[in-house]
């Protein structure tokens, strides 16, 4: 029986339907779908499968399809975001620092806490355990694997920390090449293309080579899987901040609002995609600003002022 009680609360909830949400009706009909890039730390089917899973843990805490974009190098989701075609991002620290430094407007939301604790990682410098090479000092004339132009790890620390230890990258190896993903530099090593390799370190049992070796990807001449004591470690930087997530400032403020609330959610609504992001060993995601990126981009500016000096 439809009673005036029934009739009262159907209209309480329809104004409630039609007030409450209005805002984000409003972002919906400007934003029907959202692009989620990320930068390629691997190859492009093994980001993909780490990245998937959080794209669809997006898409139902926001409430439109969020696409999963793996870029193809860091510049484009630089430039991505510059035309406004990706709202959220994930960066590395450095190319991060580059968006900011070239008028990208982005706003930093949360970056990664790993198992030690610390919200930042390394960079090192990596050769075979087999090979003769123990410091860096006999490396002089070697060919060294970077990354990418805008990788912090595997481009801009090595850059900049081996230049105030004494070594000028470009001068020092005989040769320097960008080998485009993190994953590649490591493969660079292992083929003898290179003596050394530039890449990440979390902590001793979270590095891209635990990861390679956890998938099975590095192989030695015969075939056998190989181990992460068949790497040396022979430079490590200063610590530094983790890349973030970021958004378009653009966006509407009720909508960054819910992308961030999703990003500090994740750990606990959807462990299972938050877990794949680094294989279980993160902790959770930690609220960053821009300040936090402020001695990244100041090695940046150290790192263009010599390049242009050379």
């Known amino acids: 029986m439809i009673t005036r009680r029934t009739l009262a609360a159907a209209a309480a909830a329809s104004i409630a339907l039609f007030s409450l949400p209005a805002a984000a009706q409003e972002w919906k009909a400007k934003y029907p779908e959202l692009t989620l890039a990320v930068i390629p730390m691997e190859n492009a089917s093994g980001t993909n499968d780490r990245y998937a899973p959080l794209a669809d843990y997006l898409t139902k805490t926001i409430g439109v399809p969020v696409k999963l974009r793996v870029a193809s190098d860091y510049a484009a989701v630089i430039e991505g975001q510059r035309a406004g075609n990706i709202q959220i991002a994930f960066y590395g620290a450095a190319s991060f620092g580059r968006a900011v430094m070239t008028g990208v407007k ?54 900049f920390f081996l230049k105030r230890a004494g070594y000028d990258v470009d001068r020092y190896f005989g040769k320097a090449v960008f080998a485009g993903s993190h994953e590649n530099a490591v493969l660079a090593l292992t083929q003898g293309t290179v003596e050394a390799a530039a890449n990440l370190w979390n902590s001793e049992t979270d590095t891209m080579v635990t990861r ?81 990126y402020q ?3 100041d090695m940046l500016k150290f790192n263009d002022e010599q390049r242009k000096k050379s």
């Open 106 to 159: 982005i706003e930093p939301l949360v970056n990664p806490q790993h198992e030690t604790g610390a919200s930042g990682y390394y960079s090192v410098l990596y050769v075979l355990a087999s090979s003769p090479y123990k410091t860096v000092a006999d490396l002089k004339g070697k060919n060294l694997a970077l990354v990418d132009p805008n990788s912090t790890s595997g481009n801009q620390a090595p850059r």
């Open 295 to 297: 001695p990244v981009i």
């Open 212 to 292: 390679m070796v956890a998938k099975g990807v590095l192989k030695n001449p015969d075939g056998t899987p190989m181990k992460q004591s068949d790497f040396r470690v022979v430079f490590k930087s200063d610590f530094l901040p983790e890349g973030p997530y970021a958004v378009l400032a653009s966006l509407p403020d009720d909508l960054k609002a819910k992308i961030r609330q999703a990003f500090l959610d994740l750990p606990k609504a959807d462990k299972a995609a938050f877990d794949r992001l680094s294989d279980g060993k993160d902790l959770s995601l930690t609220p960053v600003t821009l300040k936090d």
